[in-house]
């Protein structure tokens, strides 16, 4: 994971780098650090912590400088600590920012070793700079150091270095994990992510794998694997438009559950027409590919998995066609069999989770008919990989916690079960009652928001406890999964979820009045049996909290049954999520966590 960034200009750096950091904090935020080029000498500032103890510390010291390369980190070897934050440095000369994983990094740290070098932290990523002055210092150029010293890494990398005896340049390298340039006035940029540089530039430069750049305040040149000039497109994005404040709300999280009526409008916009979806929404040639799927493998992480097993109801339902589903991490180890006509679908909020993306290379070289993402951003090395793609319009989802993004993949995925049935020329009626209930998707979940007020009374019970058991059936289940991590993600309350179904062999042993029962019971043909369900929880003494269809009824002993607002069964899940996304944010906002920056995680997780 981890976010860097890089500037090579005409006036000071250090607050821009600084304020590019923070922007990047999803990344990771467990320590940073700044290395600014003094002519002379090369300021270096680290801090365990977040990014504005960074800032503290440079408004102490006033570096200034023309030329930095900077750090948020989320720590893979060696523990959060100021050693271990970058930029690492070798003998006062080279310093890096290093985002990924080296994976031979014990070999190529014993090696150094042996060549004379000591190292200073537990990472993998200051051998960089270790390797890069051994290079240097046999008199090669900062450009050819860094493809010897490419020629010895293995893993994934995105690295940013300078070098105390050139003052000019800033040199750059990726493999595998995300790097762009941005094209300022006076001044050149890189980044992990266009969002840390969006308030200076809307001109980006993707790297692609293998490529190496070199940026001073005048230029840029980027080289490809083979060491060759190359010129590589020059995108416009106008990110700086793009809302990336709370506004008037206390958290990111916050803010992003109640924009989730205009995230799906935004979703469905210009995708739908009169009664049914339109042609060619995840690019030109879909419609045609569709008619010839005979089956479907998802791959995804956490949250974005949880709207693939959604999605393979719907697959299954309106689509009619068999769905497979498996963790983005597990997908490739499974020797996974692929059938002809298979299409791959991966959903990723950022498009940069390295497990997925590592499956979707991996898809590539099967005989899948096609591939195919849902994904937030449109510059994502997913998107750009993938044969189709849809994007949410889901807007910046900054929370680590992800809420808006779920439920606009939720829209995404229904617009790709009714695409598939619509090219496979099936269920026109159901496609069109679907449709109608889109379109009025955006105010039931306005509706559903008002349950925060009952929210607000149930949520000091839980937050209290340490545990707490999620129940759904079907569709539900990973709904309730889902409720389940979020609740754990932010608040840090140990919470599992199960088909409620299982109960009865094995959970049920955990229940007594310590162990809050959160169930979603829509209307449906097992609405009954989970009812039963329910009344074994009851019998033991358990408080179980209800989110309900208004028809169903049950005489609680202790807890509360919340009446849901009605919606068209399919697109039920999407609505039971919200209440569940509140619940953990109240919850997490009386024991006092940290709701947007959650302990030991990231939003974006890049390495594997
Ligand atoms: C991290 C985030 C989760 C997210 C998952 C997959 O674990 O904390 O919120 O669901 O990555 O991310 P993606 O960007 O691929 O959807």
Known sequence: MCGIIAAASNRNVGKLLVQGLHKMEYRGYDSAGIALHQIDKIAHLRTLGKVNLLEEKMIAEKPKSKLGIAHTRWATHGEPSEENAHPHKSNERVYIVHNGIIENYLDLKEFLKKEGYTFSSQTDSELIAHMLEYFLNKGNSMLDSMYLTKEKLEGAYAIAAIDKEDDKNVMIARSKSPLLIGVGVDEFLAASDPLAIGQLTNEFVFLEDGDVAELSSESYTIYDAEKTEVQREVTQIDISSQSTSKGDYKHFMEKEIYEQPDA???????????????????????????????????????????????????????????????????????????????????????????????????????????????????????????????????????????????????????????????????????????????????????????????????????????????????????????????????????????PAGELKHGPLALIDEEMPVIALAPESEIAEKLVSNLEEVKARGGTIYVFADPSITMDLKSGKLINMPKCDFLLTPIIYTIPLQILSYEVALLRGTDIDQPRNLAKSVTVE
């Not at 799927?293 to 949880?306: D, E, F, N, P």
């Not at 909020?349 to 993306?357: K, R």
């Not at 496609?431 to 039931?444: E, N, W």
Request: hydrophobic content about 40%; overall charge neutral; aromatic content about 8%.
């Open 264 to 498: 799906i409008l935004n979703t469905i916009d210009g995708r739908v027409g009169g009664e049914d979806v339109l042609d060619n929404i995840f690019g030109l040639g879909s419609s045609e590919i569709f008619e010839k799927v005979k089956r479907i493998q998802i791959v995804a992480c956490g949250t974005s998995l949880h709207a693939g097993r959604v999605a393979a109801n719907w697959f299954s339902s309106i689509s009619e066609l068999p769905t497979q589903t498996d963790y983005a991490s597990e997908y490739r180890y499974r020797n996974p069999h692929v059938d002809e006509d298979s299409l791959l679908v991966t959903i990723s909020q950022s498009g940069e989770t390295a497990d997925t993306l590592a499956a979707l290379r991996y898809a590539k070289e099967k005989n899948y008919l096609s591939t195919l993402c849902i994904c937030n951003v449109p510059t994502s090395s997913l998107a750009r990989e993938s044969d189709y793609s849809i994007f949410t319009n889901a807007g910046p989802e900054i929370g680590v916690a992800s809420t808006k993004a779920f439920t606009t993949q939720l829209a995404a995925l229904m617009l790709l079960a009714l695409s598939l049935a619509k090219s496979r020329k099936i269920n026109p009626k159901l496609r069109t009652r679907v449709i109608t209930a889109l379109r009025s998707l955006p105010d039931t979940i306005q509706e559903t928001l008002k349950l925060k007020d009952t929210i607000l009374e149930i949520a000091p019970e839980i937050a209290n406890k340490d545990n707490a058991l999620f129940l759904g059936r079907g569709i539900f289940y990973p709904i309730a999964k889902e409720g389940a991590l979020k609740l754990k993600e932010i608040s840090y309350i140990h919470a599992e979820a199960y």
